[in-house]
């Protein structure tokens, strides 16, 4: 018997229990049922995205006979129709939710509607019928995620796109990007569980109309969690430009002295980095694609010799997921 | 108060992303998506101790060990696992296993 089908139906029955019990939360905050059910579709249709619940490849070949399978689990057709309009959003006072997502099958797979406002387009914009304006704001990338898809409306009038807003589009007003390589430009949140505790505390403004500077906190959050660590203020490059002419006048030297001692500064700061170089490796170690997650009932240790009692466990191994009630195992060290 | 362990999950990933998504939509407030992860919490734990009754073991090599803070995490390699009593599940290069104290729940 495969786990596949188990597990799934198992992953079901939480699904349904938690969209149950947190109803009444829903109501109680006065949000619309249907973003409840929202929810629901769109967890689902990650949950087939993620293939961990598919049943083994038994043979490649059989791969190959049945591709049409695979489209079948893509999250698209779901996300579709998910256009909320006027979603009511409680809090918000004049603040009034305009727009929602249309996820467009079949178009490049990245493509953005930046929309900042000038007389003209605000005005052109309110000429629009709602759902023209609508439809062209979603990007949508490769693994069918809807990128950028709030727009707000301020009780100016003014529209703030999320989370795409950049301080250098004011001057184009509208600018269809066919998205190219340089993704980087963009303030791209990715969706992590740590990013999601960090944001909410940024988030605490009923409002949700994101300000440049927490725009640049998290920018700065996910350019960290990347490894791209900028110690020297925001947007700076840290190449040493200033070594190459000296025959600058005297005003400039002096502020080059003190660019350079900041330099200098810098370049000793990491004083412990030698300690950090021998660490590298744990994080390596602990980082792999299969994982289990679990409770432990006893680890015993005899010499070199484990024996592992674990209970109640989610493992996901070669991208497929198992669940178990009780685990042993045999290990030596 | 039920283990948070399971966020770290393909369920509970799949979940905190279409939270996520609704968050940045504006159609839910952060404290409303604390609510049901929380509400997730309950759930998984309650249906792992009571739905599940798959029963596994597992044999590789112990690369590292850690506990801390009453979690253990283990780095295996060459790692083979079985249904109990024999069928053969799946055997992966390295798995990571970080496990919660299971009396203290």
Same mark, same amino acid.
């Given at each position: 018997m495969t786990t596949s089908s188990q597990v799934s139906k198992l992953y079901h029955t939480v699904v349904e229990d938690v969209i149950n019990n947190v109803k009444e939360a829903?109501?109680?905050?006065?949000?619309?049922?249907?973003?409840?059910?929202?929810?629901?579709?769109?967890?689902?249709?990650?949950?087939?995205?993620?293939?961990?619940?598919?049943?083994?490849?038994?043979e490649p070949a059989e791969l190959l006979l049945a591709p049409s399978t695979v489209p079948m689990r893509m999250p698209q057709p779901i996300l579709k129709n998910?256009?909320?309009?006027g979603?009511?959003?409680?809090?918000?006072?004049?603040?009034?939710?305009?727009?929602?997502?249309?996820?467009q099958v079949g178009q490049p797979p990245q493509r953005t509607l930046q929309y900042q406002p000038s007389e003209a387009a605000q005005a052109a914009a309110m000429a629009l019928p709602a759902g023209i304006f609508r439809q062209h704001l979603a990007t949508v990338d490769a693994g069918g995620q809807i990128q950028n898809i709030a727009v707000q409306q301020t009780g100016t009038g003014q529209y703030i796109t999320l989370p795409q807003f950049q301080a250098q589009q004011q001057s184009q007003p509208i600018a269809i990007q066919p998205q190219q390589p340089q993704v980087g430009q963009h303030v791209r949140i990715p969706i992590q569980p740590q990013q999601f505790l960090h944001q909410q505390h940024h988030q605490q403004q009923p409002t949700q109309i994101f300000h440049a500077s927490q725009l640049l906190q998290q920018q700065a959050a996910s350019k960290a969690q990347q490894g791209l660590s900028q110690l020297d203020g925001n947007e700076d490059t840290s190449s040493s430009?200033?070594?190459?002419?000296?025959?600058v006048d005297d005003k400039d030297d002096e502020e080059k002295e003190e660019e350079n001692e900041e330099?200098?500064?810098?370049?000793?700061?990491?004083?412990?980095?030698?300690?950090?170089?021998?660490?590298?490796?744990?994080?390596?170690?602990f980082d792999t694609e299969n994982v289990v997650v679990c409770q432990y009932d006893k680890i015993n240790r005899n010499k070199n010799k484990w024996k592992f009692h674990l209970k109640d466990g989610i493992m996901n191994l070669n991208g497929r997921d198992f669940v178990f009630q009780k685990a042993t195992g045999d290990s030596e060290w | 108060m039920s283990y948070q362990l399971y966020r770290n999950t393909t369920l509970g990933h799949t979940?905190?992303?279409?939270?996520?998504?609704?968050?940045?939509?504006?159609?839910?407030?952060?404290?409303?998506?604390?609510?049901?992860?929380?509400? $997730?919490?309950? =759930?998984?734990? &309650?249906? +792992?101790?009571?739905?599940? *009754?798959? !029963? @596994?073991?597992?044999?590789?090599?112990?690369?590292?060990?850690?506990?801390?803070?009453?979690?253990?995490?283990?780095?295996?390699?060459?790692?083979? $696992?079985?249904? =109990?009593?024999? &069928?053969? +599940?799946?055997?992966?290069? *390295?798995? !990571? @296993?970080?496990?919660?104290?299971?009396?203290?729940?």
């Open positions: 829903f109501l109680d905050e006065g949000v619309d049922e249907q973003v409840l059910q929202e929810l629901k579709q769109l967890w689902e249709s990650k949950l087939a995205a993620s293939k961990a619940l598919e049943p083994p490849p038994i998910t256009t909320v309009e979603a009511a959003v409680p809090q918000a006072g004049q603040t009034q939710q305009v727009a929602g997502a249309t996820a430009e200033d070594d190459d002419d000296f025959d330099e200098q500064r810098e370049e000793e700061d990491p004083l412990n980095s030698a300690d950090d170089v021998s660490e590298e490796d744990p994080t390596d170690l | 979940l905190q992303e279409s939270l996520d998504e609704q968050i940045q939509l504006g159609q839910i407030s952060p404290n409303l998506a604390l609510k049901v992860l929380l509400q $997730f919490d309950k =759930a998984i734990n &309650q249906a +792992l101790a009571s739905r599940v *009754k798959t !029963k @596994i073991s597992f044999k590789g090599k112990l690369n590292t060990y850690r506990f801390c803070d009453n979690v253990w995490t283990f780095v295996l390699n060459k790692v083979d $696992f079985r249904e =109990a009593p024999v &069928q053969e +599940l799946v055997k992966v290069d *390295k798995v !990571k @296993i970080v496990a919660c104290d299971g009396k203290s729940m």
